[in-house]
T-cell receptor, first 111, second 113 residues
């Protein structure tokens, strides 16, 4: 069964700086998709970024980018120029037919 | 407005009293799913449905039932709730397959006394 591990329960970063959240996963599948979701205090789940495993190029969305290492089964999220609104729980997720989430990383952006 | 709605948003109930949490989406999505979120465990999938009349167990299906009689609705049923089902529940939907973005409902906070 697929598992997703986020080894950093909590992290903090100063406003305008860069932070990287780590995620590793375990699967025997070759075709799958990886996601980062953000959950602010409102509890709403918001998609941050999506990566297709068959694509070697790392996905980027404005200030958010990933470092996808398929052989190492690693999928880290980099947030550049951190903003106060980035304060949230961040969940890494693996999708094949079902969806598996990591335990989450609580990120606090400090002014 | 494209959305996933859940009702109720908050519910306090007692052990053994049957309850249903409704979920509805207006995006004509084939795939729908239920998750529970618990501190330190992230979101865990309870059940999912690939299309009408097709449902499958996720990671933690014990104590829950679902049905998919219509494409837009996917209710979650707790026949005999127990305190260990106290949790935050999310419904989500997406186009088939679920490798596209999933759209999440606002969540239902359930407390079972």
């Amino acid at each position: 069964a697929q598992t997703v591990t986020q080894s950093q329960p909590e992290m903090s970063v100063q406003e305008a700086e860069t932070v990287t959240l780590s995620c590793t996963y375990d699967t025997s599948e070759n075709n799958y998709y990886l996601f980062w979701y953000k959950q602010p205090p409102s509890r709403q789940m918001i998609l941050v970024i999506r990566q297709e495993a068959y694509k070697q190029q790392n996905a980027t969305e404005n200030r958010f980018s990933v470092n996808f290492q398929k052989a190492a089964k690693s999928f880290s999220l980099k947030i550049s120029d951190s903003q106060l609104g980035d304060t949230a729980m961040y969940f890494c997720a693996f999708v094949n037919n079902d969806m598996r989430f990591g335990a989450g990383t609580r990120l606090t952006v400090k002014p | 407005e494209a959305q996933v709605t859940q009702n109720p948003r908050y519910l306090i109930t007692v052990t053994g009293k049957k309850l249903t949490v409704t979920c509805s989406q207006n995006m004509n999505h084939e795939y729908m799913s239920w998750y529970r979120q618990d501190p330190g465990l992230g979101l865990r999938q309870i059940y999912y449905s690939m299309n009408v009349e097709v449902t499958d167990k996720g990671d933690v299906p014990e104590g829950y039932k679902v049905s998919r009689k219509e494409k837009r609705n996917f209710p979650l049923i707790l026949e005999s709730p127990s305190p260990n089902q106290t949790s935050l529940y999310f419904c989500a939907s997406s186009y088939q397959p679920p490798t596209n973005e999933q759209f999440f409902g606002p969540g239902t906070r359930l407390t079972v006394l």
